[in-house]
Nanobody
C-alpha cells in the first residue's frame, strides 16, 4: 500500500486548508484511515480517523469542531478539511492506514504510513 499526502502549505491563523491522502493498493488494506501530526522533537499525535464506509469517525479533542475527515472510496481518497487553523496546528501531517476494521487512535496499530505533508499556521 502506498499513501501519498498532498495539500499542505503556509496559512494564516483563522484560515482553512485541506490535506488529501491518496491510497494505492488492495482496498482491503486500508479499511481504517487516519491522520496524525508531528512536531519536531515530539511524539506523533492522533488527529482524526474514519472507518471503511465512512460512517464512523473519531477526532482528537483539540480539533473537534474545526476539522472534518471524509473519504471517497471510489477514488481511494481521504481528505482532512481544517478550518479556523491555529498556530498550534503547525506540524507535519501523516496519513496512516490499517487493515483491521476497528477504529483506533494509537499509531502503533496502523500498518501503513505516508511521507507526510507540512502544514504551517503563522501570521
Amino acid at each position: 500500500v502506498d499513501l501519498m499526502e498532498s495539500g499542505g502549505g503556509l496559512v494564516q491563523p483563522g484560515d482553512s486548508l485541506s490535506v488529501s491522502c491518496a491510497a494505492s493498493g488492495p482496498p482491503w488494506r486500508f479499511n481504517v484511515v487516519a491522520w496524525f501530526r508531528q512536531v519536531p522533537g515530539q511524539e506523533r499525535d492522533f488527529v482524526a480517523a474514519i472507518s471503511r464506509r465512512g460512517d464512523s469517525t473519531e477526532y482528537a479533542d483539540s480539533v473537534k469542531g474545526r476539522f472534518t475527515i471524509s473519504r471517497d472510496n471510489a477514488e481511494n481518497l481521504v481528505i482532512l478539511q481544517m478550518t479556523n487553523l491555529k498556530p498550534e496546528d503547525t506540524a507535519v501531517y501523516f496519513c496512516a492506514a490499517r487493515e483491521e476494521f476497528s477504529l483506533v487512535t494509537w499509531s502503533q496499530y496502523f500498518d501503513y504510513w505516508g511521507q507526510g505533508t507540512q502544514v504551517t499556521v503563522s501570521s
